[in-house]
């Protein structure tokens, strides 16, 4: 509030909110809280440059993506109601703009940021490959293809192509379907495997509804295309169903859709955990 006294102008000072920074801080435009106005040691920005990202939590991170709150709350308040209305990161990931910007509190600008860093975050997990990892283990496939299959909402099966040491030689997405399927041709799969050189195959796609317990139609699959890749001297080695955190190795569970001439199934139904 101004006032004048002799002539000059004073400003009367307001006692600062209790946990509000109020030297350097900044309301924004929209009224909106920020996070400069939090107490130093409270900010999800200098935790994160102290102690690393891996120091901050879920609804941390979130808050420093979304920049501010609302009228009357902080950046951490807006995360964490978003945090708790879609459940995890993985279901907030797959949420389109339009959506997020029907909330409250949630413009284009913080609707952009959050779409912006979820897909640089898959296209991350798609880049070339360029180290030649190693797969010889269901353990090792997972960490391989956890990226490109969690969270889809449609089922996705990849083709990892291994030379004769098992090294990684590329990954295909060689199916798109829909939320309880998706079309495999062997034909395409040995296809990608022959231009490749491929000396062995391994297998993986995604269950959408989290639970990776393998269906009928997954094991007559696995068997018909590892009779296929014997009749093309291109072994088949592994076939991955990933689920909500974790796996099924059709191979370590012992489904006996690997031996020739076995239609036995033994699937002692334990996943692994990603």
């Known amino acids: ?15 600062a909110a209790q946990g509000v920074r109020r030297e350097g801080s900044v309301r924004r435009a929209d009224g909106g809280v920020s996070l400069k106005e939090w107490e130093r040691g409270a900010r999800p920005r200098e935790r994160l440059l102290s102690l690393g990202p891996e120091g901050l939590s879920d609804v941390q991170l979130l808050a420093l993506l979304l920049g501010t709150g609302g009228v009357s709350r902080s950046a951490l308040d807006l995360a964490q109601e978003m945090l708790a209305t879609y459940r995890s990161l993985g279901r907030l990931s797959r949420v389109p703009a339009r959506e997020l910007m029907d909330r409250r509190d949630v413009g284009p600008a913080k609707a952009g940021r959050l779409v912006a860093a979820f897909e640089l975050a898959r296209r ?28 889809l ?9 291994l030379d004769v040491k098992s090294r990684v030689i590329g990954c295909e997405t060689v199916s798109v379907g829909h939320l309880s399927g998706a079309p495999v041709r062997p034909r395409e799969v040995f296809r990608l495997a022959l231009r490749s050189g491929a000396a062995a195959i391994a297998l993986a796609h995604n269950h959408p509804s989290g639970d990776p317990t393998p269906s009928s139609q ?49 699937g002692s139904g334990h996943a692994g955990q990603i």
């Open 153 to 161: 909402d449609r089922e996705q099966f990849e083709v990892v192509m």
């Open 124 to 151: 991350l997990q798609q880049e070339p490959l360029l180290d030649r990892p190693v797969v010889r283990s269901a353990a090792e496939l997972a960490r391989l293809v956890s990226g490109r299959l969690a969270n």
């Open 218 to 266: 997954d094991i007559s699959l696995t068997r018909r295309l590892v009779e296929a890749g014997r009749i093309l001297g291109i072994e088949v080695v592994e076939h991955l169903i990933v689920g909500d955190r974790q796996y099924v190795s059709l191979r370590e569970e012992e489904w006996a859709v690997f031996d020739a001439g076995t239609a036995q199934e033994k």
């Open 1 to 15: 509030m101004l006032f004048q006294r002799g002539g000059l102008a004073f400003t009367e000072a307001r006692p």
